[in-house]
């Protein structure tokens, strides 16, 4: 047959093209928070939804700092200025006019409804002693502050107000008008802060990272800026940063691996066109993979791409089997013939080990399996059928099949196997003595977000008060009004928590917005006209006012008693009604509201709080996410087994020789105990990210001893499937060593294990799967390298 | 007739714009002088009329400033008090409490009163322009400067107000605030 490279040239330029235009056209999507399972129950969901659409999900914590405190206080107030303008921002606070001077006029007018009083406020005794303090205000240079707000109340209504209203910033200080991180020793330490909330929400990332980059721009073109540098952080920056890292990860992984695989292979078999042969298998299994993907689930993930793209250490596998064990000149019919049974084989129980994947119904493993199945088949499918063909035209053959002289040596290593069924043994026992793999769910320990990141986060967090929400209490009602009745029936439990230093404080909506029984009750315990009028004059007799001097007073104390009750509507809009959506909210129909401890210590004297209370749950968040990623692995398990099940009951059928099985199935079991216990021995705790690798190793390994255990076989044919193992297992090493190098840990932890695995399973696969060399005799007689 | 008319509105007008000039060369004067101290201490005496209390309230002590806008006005009788304003916050200090500090862009009330007194001090028309229309009486050596409100926002704080002094001292500040109550401060260097 003449050779003619044409028809290979344009399959592979056909399966390419295919590709690109799949992966053009999936969507491809970087946040985390998608491969995590959703919850289950009622509760649970809403904590998830908050979390994923809620103000934590929407907040900015940002900081300045790099400059002198004049500097950063002037660059703090144009960046809150252009801020505010800008339509990417629901809000923006850098401690300016915290409370606009309407909203303070409307807390004012209505502060005898929203401030606790205490019962004896409106005697003559304890008006007198404000009465005092007001004459000493009024003899003070702040008189004029105190005429206008001062003698209109002297009880104190509006301070109280603002007390329960708290300043926000945590423990910000006001310098220069703007909030100031308590000062840190050294030259330019000062830290100017703010508080920005995002309109995009925590299920937009694309929007979220937009918003983010045009809020630095603005940072950017503020003039004078002196070398103050911007700091940001929040949910929004980790879920970007989180993104951008699996994004750059996969680029780097997808065109590194490429080069790397490729830069061997023409080496190993001195012919561009051995290439071109495996883009042709592999570049149809990658795009059947990821339009599988996208047509089961809507998006491709990056991880699933991520490590789709290791896939090829499997796939690339199957082209260079058939070329690797092609004689020079033979029709390739005749390679097939040779390697067909393992190579089904191989391919049959790969796909049946990861299909307990792709039912697992925890969403990250259920798309890796998904595209792990159907790109092996689809790549088997291409090699098996198409390109035998395609390479018998094209002439690839190695030019060198290995020197079957050598083999005796490497065969006679396997002597000494049962020595070495001693190393699977020990990995037993250390497994043992270790006490177990210990599992990890706790998911947010493989967030690709830097440490230096998070730290920062925990700094701003703290110096601005915000809540970093680890446990909360709450509680469901039919209505808003019912929420703040039920805060306000277990606020005293909190208020004893807090003496008890459980917590340090909470927050909630009744805080802010009193029930409107509560609101009644205050009403009715104002003095009508005459008795404050009498209770006035005592107060104030001989301490020289004017008689008129507490007209105001008396007029807004016979308002109060007959204005209506407020409600959240009736609150200022800014800040403040931002800091009450985000306490009482509507969902679907129902109204819910949290109290959000802080500083907790005693979480269990918490949870026992809120415990048994009607409307109340207690939330762990935590706990509550790693409880449903275990309740989803729990689950996976026995599909994952089940695969491997199958995976044995395909291999014992196609094997059909008893012990040849058993030599194949102790290869694979010797590769997975020494890989577990190697994980296990250096601590890592594992993920069901890990047991997703054990699987590509164990489907790797199968490859491996199922051609190392192909019977009968003269030493030239053993001698080219080592060598062509060898070019596998170096491929595989290749692309697997790469992920370790990841920002993504969750990629670095899968390359780890699979680099482990492929090694182990090239060991073990040669020392267990082949047989023993008893014709070392015969060998030297057929001796004639290729 | 009508030519007579405006001839006498011309001349009016002339002499008119004669005498605000040589106002406007006193009152530049005036500034220069005050502008010349970069600082000053001072004992003061305040006499403060609030519509609340039925007698004046009587104070005093020391007044210093130091360019360009710092202001220390301390009270030691009949109670001791500390007043700073500094560049954009002013704070109150009495003894036994922790001090307050407010920003100025708080409140216009307090930015108003703030620029009122160092603009005195400092001799910066500019920025008492911002807030008053600023009239000159008087000579060189004996002046008195009145400002009255050029804006909704300085009307709402204050009436009027009159700076006593001679060559480059202040020595009176009387204010008349929007709600009626008044204050007299007398400086004695």
């Given at each position: 047959?003449?050779?003619?490279?044409?028809?290979?040239?344009?399959?592979?330029?056909?399966?390419?093209?295919?590709?690109?235009?799949?992966?053009?056209?999936?969507?491809?999507?970087?946040?985390?928070?998608?491969?995590?399972?959703?919850?289950?129950?009622?509760?649970?969901?809403?904590?998830?939804?908050?979390?994923?659409?809620?103000?934590?999900?929407?907040?900015?914590?940002?900081?300045?700092?790099?400059?002198?405190?004049?500097?950063?206080?002037?660059?703090?107030?144009?960046?809150?200025?252009?801020?505010?303008?800008?339509?990417?921002?629901?809000?923006?606070?850098?401690?300016?006019?915290?409370?606009?001077?309407?909203?303070l006029q409307?807390l004012f007018?209505?502060r005898?409804?929203?401030a606790?009083m205490a019962?004896?406020a409106f005697?003559a005794a304890a008006l007198h002693a404000d009465f005092l303090r007001l004459r000493d205000g009024l003899q003070s240079s702040a008189s004029p502050l105190v005429q206008q707000y001062g003698l209109p109340d002297p009880t104190g209504a509006l301070p109280a107000v603002l007390a329960?209203?708290?300043?926000?910033?945590?423990?910000?200080?006001?310098?220069?008008?703007?909030?100031?991180?308590?000062?840190?020793?050294?030259?330019?330490?000062?830290?100017?802060?703010?508080?920005?909330?995002?309109?995009?929400?925590?299920?937009?990332?694309?929007?979220?990272?937009?918003?983010?980059?045009?809020?630095?721009?603005?940072?950017?073109?503020?003039?004078?800026?002196?070398?103050?540098?911007?700091?940001?952080?929040?949910?929004?920056?980790?879920?970007?940063?989180?993104?951008?890292?699996?994004?750059?990860?996969?680029?780097?992984?997808?065109?590194?691996?490429?080069?790397?695989?490729?830069?061997?292979?023409?080496?190993?078999?001195?012919?561009?066109?051995?290439?071109?042969?495996?883009?042709?298998?592999?570049?149809?299994?990658?795009?059947?993979?990821?339009?599988?993907?996208?047509?089961?689930?809507?998006?491709?993930?990056?991880?699933?791409?991520?490590?789709?793209?290791?896939?090829?250490?499997?796939?690339?596998?199957?082209?260079?089997?058939?070329?690797?064990?092609?004689?020079?000149?033979?029709?390739?019919?005749?390679?097939?013939?040779?390697?067909?049974?393992?190579?089904?084989?191989?391919?049959?129980?790969?796909?049946?080990?990861?299909?307990?994947?792709?039912?697992?119904?925890?969403?990250?493993?259920?798309?890796?399996?998904?595209?792990?199945?159907?790109?092996?088949?689809?790549?088997?499918?291409?090699?098996?059928?198409?390109?035998?063909?395609?390479?018998?035209?094209?002439?690839?053959?190695?030019?060198?099949?290995?020197?079957?002289?050598?083999?005796?040596?490497?065969?006679?290593?396997?002597?000494?196997?049962?020595?070495?069924?001693?190393?699977?043994?020990?990995?037993?026992?250390?497994?043992?003595?270790?006490?177990?793999?210990?599992?990890?769910?706790?998911?947010?320990?493989?967030?690709?977000?830097?440490?230096?990141?998070?730290?920062?986060?925990?700094?701003?967090?703290?110096?601005?008060?915000?809540?970093?929400?680890?446990?909360?209490?709450?509680?469901?009602?039919?209505?808003?009004?019912?929420?703040?009745?039920?805060?306000?029936?277990?606020?005293?439990?909190?208020?004893?928590?807090?003496?008890?230093?459980?917590?340090?404080?909470?927050?909630?909506?009744?805080?802010?917005?009193?029930?409107?029984?509560?609101?009644?009750?205050?009403?009715?315990?104002?003095?009508?006209?005459?008795?404050?009028?009498?209770a006035i004059d005592?107060a104030a007799a001989g301490l020289g006012f004017t008689p008129h001097a507490f007209d105001q007073f008396t007029?807004d104390v016979?308002?109060?008693?007959?204005?209506?009750?407020?409600?959240?509507?009736?609150?200022?809009?800014?800040?403040?009604?931002?800091?009450?959506?985000?306490?009482?909210?509507?969902?679907?129909?129902?109204?819910?509201?949290?109290?959000?401890?802080?500083?907790?210590?005693?979480?269990?004297?918490?949870?026992?709080?809120?415990?048994?209370?009607?409307?109340?749950?207690?939330?762990?968040?935590?706990?509550?996410?790693?409880?449903?990623?275990?309740?989803?692995?729990?689950?996976?398990?026995?599909?994952?087994?089940?695969?491997?099940?199958?995976?044995?009951?395909?291999?014992?059928?196609?094997?059909?020789?008893?012990?040849?099985?058993?030599?194949?199935?102790?290869?694979?079991?010797?590769?997975?105990?020494?890989?577990?216990?190697?994980?296990?021995?250096?601590?890592?705790?594992?993920?069901?990210?890990?047991?997703?690798?054990?699987?590509?190793?164990?489907?790797?390994?199968?490859?491996?001893?199922?051609?190392?255990?192909?019977?009968?076989?003269?030493?030239?044919?053993?001698?080219?499937?080592?060598?062509?193992?060898?070019?596998?297992?170096?491929?595989?090493?290749?692309?697997?060593?790469?992920?370790?190098?990841?920002?993504?840990?969750?990629?670095?932890?899968?390359?780890?294990?699979?680099?482990?695995?492929?090694?182990?399973?090239?060991?073990?696969?040669?020392?267990?799967?082949?047989?023993?060399?008893?014709?070392?005799?015969?060998?030297?007689?057929?001796?004639?390298?290729? | 007739?009508?030519?007579?008319?405006?001839?006498?509105?011309?001349?009016?007008?002339?002499?008119?714009?004669?005498?605000?000039?040589?106002?406007?060369?006193?009152?530049?004067?005036?500034?220069?002088?005050?502008?010349?101290?970069?600082?000053?201490?001072?004992?003061f005496g305040m006499e403060k009329h609030v519509s609340s209390l039925a007698a004046p309230v009587l104070s005093q002590g020391?007044?210093?400033?130091?360019?360009?806008?710092?202001?220390e006005q301390d009270t030691t009788a009949p109670r001791p008090e500390r007043l700073v304003i500094?560049?954009?916050t002013v704070s109150i200090a009495t003894p036994g409490q922790p001090s307050r500090t407010l920003s100025l862009?708080d409140s216009p009330a307090l930015q108003i009163l703030a620029?009122?007194l160092?603009?005195?001090?400092?001799?910066?028309?500019?920025?008492?322009?911002?807030?008053?229309?600023?009239?000159?009486?008087?000579?060189?050596?004996?002046?008195?400067?009145?400002?009255?409100?050029?804006?909704?926002?300085?009307?709402?704080v204050v009436?009027?107000?009159?700076?006593?002094?001679?060559?480059?001292?202040?020595?009176?500040?009387?204010i008349v605030q929007a709600n009626g109550d008044e204050q007299r401060m007398?400086?004695?260097?």
């Open positions: 047959m003449r050779i003619s490279r044409l028809p290979l040239a344009l399959a592979a330029v056909i399966a390419i093209a295919l590709a690109a235009l799949v992966f053009t056209h999936v969507t491809l999507r970087g946040d985390l928070s998608e491969l995590l399972p959703h919850g289950r129950d009622p509760t649970t969901r809403l904590v998830d939804q908050e979390l994923r659409t809620g103000t934590a999900a929407s907040l900015l914590l940002i900081g300045i700092e790099g400059a002198p405190a004049g500097t950063l206080a002037s660059v703090s107030t144009l960046f809150a200025d252009r801020l505010a303008h800008d339509p990417d921002l629901l809000f923006v606070q850098n401690g300016h006019r915290l409370i606009s001077e309407g909203a409307a007018a209505d005898y409804l929203l606790p019962a004896d005697t329960s209203w708290g300043g926000g910033g945590g423990h910000a200080v006001l310098r220069d008008g703007v909030w100031f991180a308590p000062d840190t020793p050294g030259p330019h330490r000062s830290r100017a802060l703010l508080l920005a909330r995002l309109a995009a929400s925590g299920t937009d990332l694309p929007a979220q990272a937009a918003s983010l980059h045009r809020l630095r721009a603005l940072f950017d073109a503020i003039p004078d800026r002196h070398g103050a540098r911007l700091l940001v952080t929040g949910a929004p920056v980790f879920a970007v940063a989180a993104e951008a890292a699996v994004r750059r990860d996969v680029r780097l992984l997808s065109i590194v691996s490429a080069l790397l695989v490729a830069g061997w292979l023409t080496w190993r078999f001195r012919s561009p066109w051995v290439l071109a042969a495996i883009a042709t298998s592999v570049a149809p299994g990658l795009a059947v993979a990821a339009l599988a993907v996208q047509l089961a689930f809507g998006f491709v993930h990056g991880i699933t791409l991520g490590f789709g793209m290791t896939m090829l250490g499997i796939t690339v596998d199957y082209p260079v089997l058939l070329i690797g064990h092609r004689k020079q000149g033979e029709p390739p019919a005749a390679t097939i013939r040779r390697i067909a049974r393992p190579f089904t084989l191989s391919v049959l129980t790969a796909s049946l080990g990861l299909s307990g994947m792709a039912g697992s119904g925890f969403p990250g493993v259920a798309q890796l399996g998904l595209f792990a199945v159907t790109g092996i088949l689809a790549s088997a499918a291409v090699t098996r059928w198409l390109l035998p063909g395609l390479i018998g035209r094209a002439g690839l053959a190695p030019s060198y099949a290995g020197d079957p002289g050598r083999l005796e040596g490497i065969e006679s290593l396997r002597r000494w196997r049962m020595y070495a069924a001693v190393v699977p043994l020990l990995a037993l026992l250390g497994i043992g003595l270790a006490g177990g793999p210990r599992l990890q769910s706790d998911l947010a320990a493989l967030t690709p977000v830097p440490p230096a990141l998070i730290a920062l986060d925990g700094e701003l967090r703290t110096q601005l008060g915000g809540p970093d929400i680890g446990q909360l209490g709450l509680v469901r009602a039919a209505t808003p009004d019912g929420v703040l009745q039920a805060q306000e029936a277990i606020a005293a439990g909190l208020q004893a928590l807090v003496q008890h230093r459980a917590i340090t404080g909470f927050d909630d909506a009744a805080t802010l917005l009193p029930s409107q029984a509560i609101q009644h009750a205050r009403q009715h315990a104002l003095p009508d006209d005459a008795a404050l009028r009498a005592r007029a016979a308002r109060a008693r007959t204005q209506p009750a407020l409600s959240a509507r009736d609150l200022p809009a800014g800040l403040l009604r931002t800091r009450l959506d985000a306490l009482l909210f509507e969902r679907d129909g129902a109204w819910f509201g949290p109290a959000i401890p802080q500083g907790v210590t005693d979480a269990a004297a918490l949870e026992r709080l809120f415990a048994g209370r009607p409307g109340w749950s207690f939330i762990d968040i935590r706990r509550t996410t790693e409880a449903v990623v275990r309740g989803y692995t729990r689950q996976a398990w026995p599909y994952i087994a089940a695969g491997a099940v199958l995976a044995v009951l395909a291999l014992s059928a196609g094997q059909r020789d008893p012990g040849r099985t058993l030599r194949v199935l102790a290869a694979i079991a010797a590769t997975l105990l020494v890989t577990l216990a190697a994980l296990v021995l250096s601590g890592t705790r594992l993920t069901l990210i890990h047991l997703v690798s054990l699987q590509f190793v164990a489907g790797i390994g199968l490859d491996y001893a199922l051609f190392f255990a192909r019977p009968q076989l003269d030493a030239e044919e053993r001698a080219r499937t080592l060598r062509t193992l060898l070019t596998c297992n170096v491929m595989a090493l290749l692309t697997f060593s790469l992920l370790c190098l990841c920002r993504t840990p969750l990629l670095r932890e899968i390359g780890g294990t699979v680099c482990i695995g492929v090694v182990l399973a090239m060991a073990f696969g040669f020392l267990f799967a082949g047989e023993r060399p008893p014709y070392a005799g015969r060998l030297r007689d057929t001796d004639s390298p290729a | 007739m009508t030519e007579r008319r405006i001839l006498l509105a011309a001349i009016l007008l002339c002499l008119g714009s004669r005498a605000s000039h040589a106002s406007d060369a006193i009152l530049g004067q005036i500034m220069q002088g005050l502008a010349g101290q970069p600082s000053r201490q001072a004992h020391t007044l210093s400033y130091r360019k360009p806008d710092h202001l500094d560049g954009g862009d620029d009122t160092r603009g005195t001090m400092a001799g910066d028309l500019a920025t008492l322009r911002r807030h008053f229309s600023v009239e000159e009486n008087g000579g060189v050596d004996r002046w008195r400067i009145v400002l009255r409100p050029a804006g909704n926002v300085a009307a709402q009436r009027i107000a009159y700076v006593d002094g001679g060559g480059g001292d202040v020595r009176q500040i009387d007398t400086i004695t260097p």
